[in-house]
């Protein structure tokens, strides 16, 4: 990068930043006063000209020659929406977002593939309020386009802008570089760098303990919303550079949602109602139209299914705004945590009235199950060793302990009550508990009954805070409409300590009616075009010498701690082996909560680098925010290095070592496969619709995360980066020396899945503006992939029509395995900190810290009647929307949202200033009254109180950048959230799930 361009980009931070810009949006805003330049038309005022033209002689519509249209993917929320964009050829500025017709997200009946663009001028898709506002996450006044470099401590804010290639430099070879920080903490440390940790990646971390790895294991990987081909660039680096901790932000997200449904659904982690034909749908902690993805899909699917007389119950102890007075939709509030008490009140309900699909049930192979005209098949009758001294016990009985040969089939008892091979049964008998070989076994189904029997109806009721016959009404409405009724869960319910064995047991609702795979039952999507292999190997890394080994910092994804060298040192030493110093979380992965104080503490092994990417754990993750988390984050000893990759200098990247820019999902790519939810197959290809706004390096690359890694990898020359990176079909290299080297393979690979795509004709190229596309990346492809690819571009991804979605009375995308009703693996778990036995089947639990406290108890007597819960609006996501004016002017702030009567009992009207008050902490923040929230919550939405992202002042390059009230407004909870008492660090979380807990901190409300 030239001086010049350097200096125009440093200055290019400060222009129109400041008060003053959002003063008088926020000024317009509330008094509607005149501010600005005169309209250019009486009648249209500020309106550009419009995209589209229309021919008076044909009645056509043609593209205005000032316009190009660009389909892309909106990532404003993770509803992955197909967006419609308006760019002015001219100035190259983005202009309009609108959906895009050809993806199913965005209508109904949504546009085949084979229309021509120009044919769907005039029926554009739907994007939210979000996805609208789009292009102020684009144009943020505060964003990045330069690299920084903190000049003062960690957490100052001052920062000074530097070269790329001198940032570069500084990270891979170490040394003293903060010798010129003026932090006194910071000035003498020799820094290892990228260069130190990779060519000690065949060195041990321990040479006494190779279950930590390499020492390459000590870079630490840390992204939030980060998606499909997006994380598989990460993992590429992460892979070639030999670490295991490569992570995403799920279990901040709904992790445990994810691990309960594919302990039922193996391979798949999200079932969605088929709406649109659905009878009857129950939701628990989520609500279609408001929150869960595709939000604004949901939405429409929940319009078109209540015209068509579909009943709609949510269970939530807010009431959603999307529950109105119509008479089929119902809304029930169980107190916190409860939900799960309901759910086996039903199950209970069910079976003791035999309302479950026994036929469908008893089917133990996909034979008979296919000849009986079903679908799929159940373990529902598979047997489990029940007796607690068989060195097996919780597993399903194998056909050589069942003396029916040598193989470790499983075994059901068919109807003439006799053992057989379950893969030969024809039909299997259900409910069955007796003995085997001289060993006592239980069907799937038994345990289950047995499990919800455990406790009555009322003692659920009493649990839960609701009525019997709520149970009972739900459980009978559920059951009266065969398999057009359907229910699921999310984060309302996934982010519990008890996340799992609740979202285990809502699971089971569906499998009892036997709904999956039929019209109006349940989906598991279509999937999508595989974007990864096909003419191009994308998970391939030639020449690659194997380095990744060890266990993550955050001891997860198949490490069992009673496999670790520390518990068998333990044993061999005659110490008790539990609790381990940090909980082990065998069967999730990406515990975001929890990196930072495993490396902070330094269990099991500290961090020389830690990479921050498009993630803010300081204002997302609970308790994280806390003044210990972040005293240890500004001591440079224990975490050496710390880079951010980010659009903005945000809550968390302010104590950053340096920023990387980052580039917006407007200016980037992604292949990303269909959400469940559409039941359609289809593959979405996100690419820039505006030219990236941060600088270029010396070869002419943007900045941002993907050339960071590129130049990373190049200067430790790196297996999967460079010449010879990526193998095509032939096995001939091709380079990997540019994003597009990498992305537009992906899409290639998308075209030619199966029967290949047509190629885009001239017309579609002209309205896309992808001209010159193809001579700029000419390298990336083979010639004749390019008319495929740009076609795939014109149209946003490739989809299967609408008419594939129903193949008469069942779905034309299947799940055609077996369903899950027990899970073995689970219940050969044990909890590392009490070393309990965790269970496979569905549960009532309630919330427990690591040690088995009960969460409900930790905070009696202290005063604090409520319990806070978080929310997600339509107008707002996580912490990434405070730049978005136009949605901000709608709802300026939040509340602490209690119950009207509540309210009124302490004194308070809507308006007053509180202090919500944790033993974590206090906030101080307005509370609303409100009748839709139940007795004893506390309820915020999140997005707002930031502390970062604008919000404050910052200093860069000796210069004060005036931080925006605006985007302080409002309150966040999420830092003084409550913590588990018997582990430094870490929030209430889930043992078996892994979810971190936003929904079980007791707080007490004082007036201010």
Same mark, same amino acid.
Request: one cysteine or more; hydrophobic letters at 35%; a neutral charge.
């Given at each position: 990068?030239?001086?010049?361009?350097?200096?125009?980009?440093?200055?290019a931070?400060?222009?129109?930043?400041?008060?003053?810009?959002?003063g008088?949006?926020?000024?317009?805003?509330g008094?509607?006063?005149?501010?600005?330049?005169?309209?250019?038309?009486?009648?249209?005022g500020?309106s550009?000209e419009?995209?589209?033209?229309?021919?008076?002689?044909?009645?056509?519509h043609?593209?205005n020659?000032?316009?190009?249209?660009r389909?892309?993917?909106?990532?404003q929320?993770?509803?992955?929406?197909?967006?419609?964009a308006?760019?002015?050829?001219k100035?190259?500025?983005?202009?309009?977002?609108?959906?895009?017709?050809?993806?199913?997200?965005?209508?109904?009946?949504?546009?085949?593939?084979?229309?021509?663009? !120009?044919?769907?001028a005039?029926?554009?898709?739907?994007?939210c309020?979000?996805?609208?506002?789009?292009l102020?996450?684009a144009? $943020?006044p505060?964003?990045?386009?330069?690299?920084?470099?903190?000049?003062?401590p960690?957490g100052s804010?001052?920062?000074?802008?530097?070269?790329?290639?001198k940032?570069? /430099?500084?990270?891979?070879?170490?040394?003293k570089?903060?010798?010129?920080t003026?932090?006194?903490?910071?000035?003498n440390?020799?820094?290892?760098?990228?260069?130190?940790?990779?060519?000690?990646?065949?060195e041990?971390?321990?040479?006494?303990?190779?279950?930590?790895?390499?020492?390459?294991?000590?870079?630490?990987i840390?992204?939030?919303?980060?998606?499909?081909?997006?994380? $598989?660039?990460?993992?590429?680096?992460?892979?070639?550079?030999g670490?295991?901790?490569?992570?995403?932000?799920?279990?901040?997200?709904?992790l445990?949602?994810h691990?309960?449904t594919?302990? !039922?659904?193996?391979?798949?982690?999200n079932?969605k109602?088929?709406?649109?034909?659905?009878?009857? !749908?129950?939701?628990?902690?989520?609500?279609?139209?408001?929150? &869960?993805?595709p939000?604004q899909?949901?939405?429409?699917?929940?319009?078109?299914?209540?015209?068509?007389?579909?009943k709609?119950?949510?269970?939530?102890?807010?009431l959603?705004?999307?529950?109105?007075?119509?008479?089929?939709?119902?809304?029930?509030a169980?107190?916190?945590?409860?939900?799960?008490a309901?759910?086996?009140?039903?199950?209970?309900?069910?079976?003791?009235?035999?309302?479950?699909?026994t036929?469908?049930l008893?089917y133990?192979?996909?034979?008979s199950?296919k000849?009986?005209?079903?679908?799929?098949?159940?373990?529902?009758?598979?047997?489990?060793?029940?007796?607690?001294?068989h060195p097996?016990?919780?597993k399903?009985?194998?056909s050589?302990e069942?003396?029916?040969?040598?193989?470790?089939?499983? !075994?059901?008892i068919?109807?003439?009550g006799?053992?057989?091979?379950?893969?030969?049964?024809?039909?299997?008998?259900?409910d069955?508990?007796? &003995?085997?070989?001289g060993?006592?076994?239980?069907?799937?189904?038994?345990?289950?009954?047995?499990?919800?029997? $455990?406790?009555?109806?009322e003692?659920?009721?009493?649990?839960?805070?609701?009525?019997?016959?709520d149970?009972?009404?739900?459980?009978?409405?559920?059951?009266?409409?065969?398999?057009?009724?359907?229910?699921?869960?999310?984060?309302?319910?996934?982010?519990?300590? *008890?996340?799992?064995?609740?979202g285990?047991?809502? &699971?089971?609702?569906?499998?009892?009616?036997?709904n999956?795979?039929?019209?109006?039952g349940?989906?598991l999507?279509?999937?999508g075009?595989?974007?990864?292999?096909?003419?191009y190997d994308?998970?391939a890394?030639?020449?690659?010498?194997?380095?990744?080994?060890?266990?993550?910092i955050?001891?997860?994804?198949?490490?069992r701690y009673e496999?670790?060298?520390?518990f068998k040192?333990?044993?061999?030493?005659?110490?008790?082996?539990?609790?381990?110093?940090?909980?082990?979380f065998?069967?999730?992965?990406?515990?975001?909560?929890?990196?930072?104080?495993s490396?902070?503490?330094?269990?099991?092994?500290?961090?020389?680098?830690?990479?921050?990417?498009?993630?803010?754990?300081?204002?997302?993750?609970?308790?994280?925010?806390?003044?210990?988390?972040?005293?240890?984050?500004?001591?440079?000893?224990k975490?050496?290095?710390?880079?951010?990759?980010?659009?903005?200098?945000? /809550?968390?990247?302010?104590y950053? $070592?340096?920023?990387?820019?980052?580039?917006?999902?407007?200016?980037?790519?992604?292949?990303?496969?269909?959400?469940?939810?559409t039941?359609?197959?289809?593959?979405?290809?996100?690419?820039?619709?505006?030219?990236?706004?941060?600088?270029?390096n010396?070869a002419?690359?943007?900045f941002?995360?993907?050339?960071?890694?590129?130049?990373?990898?190049?200067?430790l020359?790196?297996?999967?980066?460079?010449?010879?990176?990526?193998?095509?079909?032939?096995?001939?290299?091709?380079?990997?020396?540019?994003?597009?080297?990498?992305?537009?393979?992906?899409?290639a690979?998308?075209?030619?899945?199966?029967?290949?795509?047509?190629?885009a004709?001239?017309?579609d190229?002209?309205?896309?503006?992808?001209?010159?596309?193809?001579k700029?990346?000419s390298?990336?492809?083979?010639?004749?992939?390019?008319?495929?690819?740009?076609?795939?571009?014109?149209?946003g991804?490739?989809?299967?029509p609408?008419?594939?979605?129903?193949?008469?009375?069942?779905?034309?995308?299947?799940?055609?395995?077996?369903?899950?009703?027990?899970?073995?693996k689970i219940?050969?778990?044990?909890?590392?900190?009490?070393?309990?036995?965790?269970?496979?089947?569905?549960?009532?639990?309630?919330?427990l810290?690591?040690?088995?406290?009960?969460?409900?108890?930790? /905070?009696?007597?202290?005063?604090m009647?409520?319990t806070?819960?978080?929310?997600k609006?339509?107008?707002?996501t996580?912490?990434?929307?405070?730049?978005?004016?136009?949605?901000?002017?709608?709802?300026?702030?939040?509340?602490?949202?209690? *119950?009207?009567?509540?309210?009124?009992?302490?004194?308070?009207?809507?308006g007053?200033?509180?202090?919500?008050?944790?033993?974590?902490g206090?906030r101080?923040?307005?509370v609303?009254?409100?009748d839709g929230v139940?007795?004893?919550?506390?309820?915020?939405i999140?997005?707002?109180g930031?502390?970062g992202?604008?919000?404050?002042?910052? /200093?860069?390059?000796?210069k004060r950048?005036?931080?925006?009230?605006?985007?302080?407004?409002?309150?966040n909870l999420?830092p003084?959230?409550?913590?588990d008492?018997?582990?430094?660090?870490?929030?209430?979380?889930?043992?078996?799930g892994g979810s971190?807990?936003?929904?079980?901190?007791?707080?007490k409300?004082?007036?201010?």
């Amino acid at each position: 990068m030239n001086r010049r361009h350097f200096l125009t980009g440093c200055a290019a931070l400060g222009v129109g930043v400041g008060a003053s810009i959002y003063g008088k949006v926020f000024y317009r805003a509330g008094t509607f006063s005149d501010a600005g330049e005169q309209a250019k038309s009486t009648f249209y005022g500020q309106s550009t000209e419009p995209e589209w033209l229309l021919d008076k002689e044909t009645g056509q519509h043609v593209i205005n020659p000032n316009y190009m249209v660009r389909h892309s993917v909106c990532l404003q929320c993770h509803g992955e929406c197909g967006l419609r964009a308006k760019v002015n050829r001219k100035t190259g500025k983005l202009e309009r977002l609108q959906g895009n017709p050809y993806h199913p997200n965005t209508l109904i009946d949504y546009k085949d593939m084979n229309i021509p663009v !120009v044919d769907t001028a005039n029926t554009p898709g739907t994007l939210c309020a979000r996805g609208n506002a789009g292009l102020q996450t684009a144009y $943020d006044p505060y964003r990045l386009t330069v690299p920084l470099k903190r000049s003062g401590p960690r957490g100052s804010n001052k920062w000074v802008p530097i070269e790329w290639e001198k940032l570069i /430099d500084e990270v891979v070879n170490g040394g003293k570089i903060f010798a010129d920080t003026g932090d006194e903490a910071s000035q003498n440390l020799e820094i290892k760098g990228f260069r130190a940790l990779y060519e000690k990646r065949d060195e041990w971390i321990d040479d006494n303990n190779h279950d930590l790895g390499r020492v390459s294991n000590k870079l630490v990987i840390q992204s939030g919303r980060i998606v499909k081909t997006r994380k $598989d660039f990460q993992t590429r680096f992460a892979k070639s550079f030999g670490t295991v901790n490569n992570y995403e932000h799920t279990n901040i997200c709904e992790l445990s949602h994810h691990i309960a449904t594919s302990a !039922v659904y193996t391979g798949h982690n999200n079932f969605k109602a088929d709406l649109c034909e659905s009878e009857f !749908v129950l939701y628990w902690g989520t609500a279609p139209g408001e929150a &869960n993805f595709p939000m604004q899909t949901l939405g429409k699917y929940s319009a078109e299914a209540r015209s068509k007389g579909c009943k709609i119950a949510v269970i939530d102890p807010v009431l959603p705004r999307t529950i109105t007075d119509d008479p089929n939709m119902f809304w029930l509030a169980p107190r916190p945590g409860t939900d799960g008490a309901i759910a086996m009140g039903m199950i209970s309900w069910i079976i003791d009235h035999n309302r479950h699909n026994t036929d469908f049930l008893s089917y133990p192979n996909q034979s008979s199950a296919k000849n009986a005209g079903e679908t799929c098949f159940t373990d529902a009758s598979y047997l489990i060793i029940t007796d607690e001294t068989h060195p097996n016990f919780g597993k399903f009985i194998t056909s050589s302990e069942a003396a029916l040969g040598d193989s470790k089939d499983s !075994v059901v008892i068919n109807l003439s009550g006799i053992p057989e091979l379950a893969e030969k049964c024809v039909k299997a008998m259900l409910d069955y508990s007796g &003995n085997v070989n001289g060993i006592g076994v239980a069907t799937a189904f038994h345990l289950l009954k047995t499990s919800a029997s $455990d406790y009555s109806l009322e003692y659920y009721a009493d649990i839960s805070g609701v009525r019997v016959d709520d149970i009972v009404n739900l459980a009978d409405e559920f059951t009266k409409h065969g398999r057009k009724a359907s229910t699921e869960f999310y984060r309302g319910i996934a982010q519990h300590p *008890n996340g799992y064995y609740t979202g285990f047991a809502i &699971n089971q609702l569906n499998v009892l009616i036997g709904n999956l795979n039929w019209s109006g039952g349940g989906s598991l999507g279509g999937g999508g075009f595989p974007y990864d292999k096909g003419v191009y190997d994308l998970t391939a890394i030639p020449s690659l010498v194997p380095a990744q080994f060890g266990i993550k910092i955050t001891r997860e994804d198949g490490f069992r701690y009673e496999d670790s060298t520390e518990f068998k040192t333990k044993v061999a030493r005659g110490e008790p082996p539990y609790p381990a110093k940090r909980p082990w979380f065998p069967f999730t992965k990406d515990i975001f909560s929890d990196i930072l104080p495993s490396a902070l503490e330094g269990y099991p092994y500290t961090a020389d680098i830690l990479l921050w990417h498009m993630c803010t754990p300081l204002y997302s993750a609970p308790g994280m925010g806390k003044e210990d988390i972040i005293r240890g984050i500004c001591d440079p000893t224990k975490i050496p290095l710390i880079i951010a990759s980010d659009i903005v200098v945000s /809550d968390t990247s302010m104590y950053a $070592d340096y920023i990387i820019p980052d580039i917006t999902y407007l200016e980037r790519y992604v292949q990303h496969p269909m959400l469940e939810a559409t039941m359609v197959k289809g593959t979405a290809v996100r690419y820039p619709v505006i030219e990236p706004l941060t600088g270029k390096n010396q070869a002419g690359q943007h900045f941002c995360l993907e050339t960071f890694f590129i130049d990373i990898a190049s200067k430790l020359n790196m297996a999967g980066f460079g010449k010879n990176a990526i193998p095509d079909s032939n096995g001939t290299l091709w380079p990997l020396e540019k994003m597009e080297d990498y992305y537009l393979k992906g899409t290639a690979n998308v075209a030619y899945s199966g029967t290949p795509v047509s190629d885009a004709t001239e017309d579609d190229i002209k309205i896309a503006g992808l001209e010159d596309y193809q001579k700029k990346y000419s390298s990336s492809l083979k010639s004749d992939e390019w008319r495929k690819v740009l076609f795939l571009m014109s149209r946003g991804g490739r989809f299967e029509p609408v008419t594939t979605r129903r193949n008469g009375t069942q779905l034309k995308n299947q799940f055609n395995n077996r369903i899950r009703m027990y899970n073995e693996k689970i219940a050969q778990g044990l909890n590392s900190f009490t070393g309990e036995r965790f269970s496979g089947t569905a549960l009532w639990q309630p919330s427990l810290t690591m040690m088995g406290k009960k969460v409900d108890e930790l /905070d009696q007597g202290k005063g604090m009647d409520f319990t806070i819960l978080t929310r997600k609006s339509a107008l707002q996501t996580q912490s990434r929307l405070s730049s978005n004016s136009f949605i901000r002017e709608i709802q300026p702030t939040n509340w602490a949202e209690i *119950n009207t009567d509540d309210g009124k009992a302490l004194g308070l009207k809507t308006g007053d200033s509180v202090w919500v008050e944790t033993v974590e902490g206090r906030r101080r923040c307005e509370v609303k009254l409100r009748d839709g929230v139940a007795p004893g919550v506390i309820s915020f939405i999140v997005g707002y109180g930031h502390w970062g992202y604008g919000a404050t002042d910052i /200093d860069i390059g000796g210069k004060r950048i005036k931080g925006s009230k605006i985007r302080a407004a409002g309150i966040n909870l999420n830092p003084i959230m409550r913590l588990d008492p018997d582990v430094w660090g870490m929030p209430l979380m889930d043992p078996i799930g892994g979810s971190s807990s936003f929904f079980n901190t007791r707080a007490k409300i004082i007036k201010a």
